[in-house]
């Protein structure tokens, strides 16, 4: 069992920045794809961000592609989503994954999830 726990969020005005981390209960962590969803008021929790367990492959929503960058430490057992240039339509519960599928991009092929953390974004 994988617990994940994510903070970073708030709240932040349009074209500013924030940086999401998603911390791991286990080390073995690194055997497992890191990803990150979104679900605004009203609507599906979709994909945003994902990187493999060895970091070589990483994949984006295309609407974040240019403005969001997804990076992990296995070190510290740790996903980091940094988020710049925020629109007021990103404002949503952010939540962390884990996934055993090397190209996650599903959030039918999490296994684990966090809590989420709150971003909300305003004009």
């Known amino acids: 069992q994988v617990q994940l726990v994510e903070s970073g969020g708030g709240l932040v005005q349009a074209g500013g920045s924030l940086r999401l981390s998603c911390t791991a209960s286990?080390?073995?962590?690194?055997?497992?794809?890191l990803g990150w969803f979104r679900q605004a008021p009203g609507k599906e929790r979709t994909f945003v961000a994902a990187v493999s367990w060895g970091g070589g492959s990483i994949y984006y929503a295309d609407s974040v592609k240019g403005r969001f960058t997804i990076s992990r430490d296995n070190a510290k057992s740790t996903v980091y989503l940094q988020m710049s240039n925020l629109k007021t339509e990103d404002t949503a519960v952010y939540y962390c994954?884990?996934?055993?599928?090397?190209?996650?991009?599903?959030?039918?092929?999490?296994?684990?999830w966090g809590q989420g953390t709150q971003v909300t974004v305003s004009a």
């Open positions: 994954a884990a996934s055993e599928v090397y190209r996650f991009t599903s959030q039918g092929q999490s296994k684990y």
């Open positions: 286990e080390r073995s962590s690194s055997g497992y794809s």
